[in-house]
């Protein structure tokens, strides 16, 4: 699984073993030494970042993306 093909639905819902993939792939290191909490809010905050709506949902240890409601990353001047 890779960031930029991310989404390709309207909603897209990620379980805990997509986001250690993704969390592994961004941040370097071993996802066994992180919680799944912290792999979770990651992977959204993230998400988030690349302009995304995203909902994290510790309960359900899942992370939901919304395509149709993606924000324009702005570019810095």
């Known amino acids: 699984m890779e960031w930029k093909n991310l989404v390709d639905e309207k909603v897209t819902v990620l379980g805990l073993s997509e986001c250690r993939e993704l969390f592994k792939q ?12 912290t792999i979770l809010l990651t992977v959204g905050k ?5 302009g995304y709506k995203v909902e994290v949902s510790l309960t359900n240890k899942t992370v939901t993306i919304y395509r149709d409601m993606a924000l324009p990353v702005q570019a810095t001047i």
């Open 46 to 50: 993230k998400l988030k970042e690349m």
């Open 26 to 37: 961004f941040r370097g290191y071993n996802y066994r030494e992180e919680n799944d909490n």
